[in-house]
């Protein structure tokens, strides 16, 4: 297999073949090293490359195996962090002007438990700055561009987490989601994105948006790449005081391509409203697809949903501004136009607004407990009701201009879920052609963007969502598409 | 712009710990709106007994 060929792997095979010996981790990280230098001209995905670093992991790793000490799915596999984990001597920007020269003392737990599993970190990912944002447009390191057309954004916050994995520059990558920012760049990407329960992987030495809605999990290219990384991640950590100590199943194991039996809903209300035809289409008919695989299809009512993303911005504003509250009184033009003006806005929120909100949340999944997951075991929707729009500089040099709308539309599917707690996974479930470009119409050549479905489940059960998804992408060829900027480079 | 309700924005704010400048105002004084529509609606809701989530956890015992 040549180098170019590895770099396109699936983590899961790229695994086997390292357990088999039949590839060496520094072949891979070459691979993803070369891939990364051939593509960051054109997608801007990473902040940091970590190239000399990554490749004495690698060789260690591959020493280590050859000792016969591998030491499980992990070893030696490159696997990319967004900018705001901390990696022991890295540096950590936030994709932001205020931290650019902030080194990490000491790793998150999340990323030691990635190194222990044997991981290599090539480098740190761009981000909407301090992961503010659902578009990914940044005005201090440039925009993370969209794989299946460079002039559009790959949706945010987790932008670079979007790009690396879509072109093939990693394999896998971790996000964080406090609105939608795994889910929403993983439907505008067209890639795996899961954001688990709340509670189930630990955020301790990951920079903070928002306590009570920051969620970490993985972004892959295949629905057993994110079973993986969620394996290595997920588990109780007693420092973080919102991880919980719940049992983790062996997730890979659920993965058995069978849905008969589940139940999945279908939201009447909300969830298909304001939708782009082509998404709907898409969603409605994976949904059945579903179905005719076996799983039962009922329509569900879906209470709080009108009400929950007013709740979780009387949240998520007042807690964003309380963790930048020192800098903003202090730098305050170090930030970005669209990024101060949120944080400006949390200051309009008055503790009583904030409470209620909380107050909200304890009833919302008591309702979805009692009248939605008593129904079905899923509910299925789209992840955004559109695909991937065109960057705009304006979205973040105007405080409130199109950018706000963009982001308002971008998160209204995937913010409810932050608000419930339960796990949400975005996986490709069709294409549709992009509005064409001038230079696109001319030449005849109308380029395609991946659309998303949104799977949630339970709290704890990333189990079952996993396993539908699985199914889903067996059945389906959508996940094997390769976007443009690969194979033009 | 209402004079008197930039006032108040601007020293909502700075009781947040945020210094508006005056360029600012009117981008805020719109969001406004958005934070007053959110605000009634969490108003007028009958919340019965329910408990703000929390996050405060005791610190365990310590042995005496």
Request: charge should be negative; aromatic fraction near 6%; include cysteine.
């Amino acid at each position: 297999m040549s180098g170019e060929d590895s770099g396109r792997l699936s983590l899961a095979e790229a695994a086997r073949q390292i357990r088999d010996r039949k590839l060496s981790p520094v072949e891979l990280t070459e691979a993803c090293l070369r891939g990364i230098e051939r593509l960051e001209g054109k997608l801007n995905a990473f902040i940091t490359i970590n190239a000399d670093e990554a490749m004495t992991a690698a060789a260690k790793a591959a020493d280590e195996i050859a000792k016969g000490g591998y030491r499980g799915t992990l070893h030696g596999i490159p696997l990319a962090l967004k900018d705001i984990f901390a990696v022991q001597g890295v540096r950590m920007t936030a994709a932001s002007k205020v931290l650019a020269e902030n080194i990490a003392h000491e790793d998150a737990e999340v990323t030691a438990r990635l190194r222990a599993g044997g991981a290599i970190i090539p480098g740190k990912l761009n981000l909407h700055e301090f992961a503010f944002g659902a578009t990914g447009v940044n005005p201090h390191y440039g925009t993370a561009r969209n794989p299946w057309d460079t002039e559009r954004i790959t949706g945010g916050s987790s932008s670079g987490s979007g790009a690396a994995v879509a072109s093939g520059e990693c394999p896998a990558a971790l996000g964080t989601d406090t609105g939608g920012s795994i889910r929403i760049p993983a439907s505008l990407c067209g890639v795996v994105g899961l954001k688990p329960t709340y509670g189930r992987v630990s955020k301790r030495g990951v920079l903070p948006l928002s306590w009570s809605l920051d969620h970490v999990g993985p972004m892959t290219r295949t629905v057993e790449d994110a079973a993986i990384v969620l394996q290595a991640i997920a588990g109780h950590d007693p420092a973080d005081g919102s991880s919980a100590d719940e049992p983790v199943p062996e997730y890979t194991q659920s993965l058995d391509g069978n849905v008969r039996g589940l139940r999945i809903g279908v939201p009447k209300q909300f969830f298909f409203e304001n939708v782009d035809t082509e998404v709907e289409a898409a969603v409605r008919s994976a949904v059945s697809l579903l179905g005719e695989m076996g799983a039962e299809i009922r329509e569900v009512d879906v209470p709080f949903s009108g009400e929950i993303p007013g709740a979780l911005t009387a949240i998520m504003l007042p807690e964003a501004l309380a963790f930048h509250q020192k800098w903003l009184r202090e730098r305050p033009d170090d930030y970005g136009t669209d990024v101060r003006y949120r944080l400006e806005l949390g200051a309009t929120y008055m503790a009583v607004h904030y409470v209620q909100a909380q107050r909200l949340r304890e009833i919302a999944v008591d309702a979805w407990r009692r009248e939605v997951f008593s129904q079905v075991d899923l509910v299925a929707t789209p992840t955004t009701p559109i695909t991937a729009p065109r960057i705009d500089p304006g979205d973040v040099s105007t405080p409130s201009g199109a950018g706000l709308q963009t982001t308002f539309s971008l998160i209204r599917f995937t913010n409810p879920f932050n608000f419930l707690g339960v796990p949400a996974l975005s996986l490709p479930c069709g294409f549709t052609p992009f509005s064409p470009r001038p230079e696109d119409a001319a030449a005849d050549g109308r380029l395609e963007g991946p659309i998303g479905l949104q799977l949630v489940g339970r709290w704890w059960d990333e189990a079952t969502v996993l396993r539908a998804a699985h199914a889903y992408e067996r059945a389906t060829d959508w996940h094997k598409r390769r976007p443009p900027v690969v194979a033009a480079s | 712009m209402d004079p008197q309700h930039d006032s108040f924005l601007r020293d909502l704010a700075a009781l947040a710990g945020v210094t508006v400048s005056p360029e600012r105002e009117a981008a805020l004084v719109s969001g406004l709106e958005g934070t007053r529509r959110i605000a009634e609606a969490l108003s007028v809701r009958d919340y019965g007994e329910a408990e703000p989530t929390g996050r405060f956890r005791a610190p365990k015992a310590e042995a005496r």
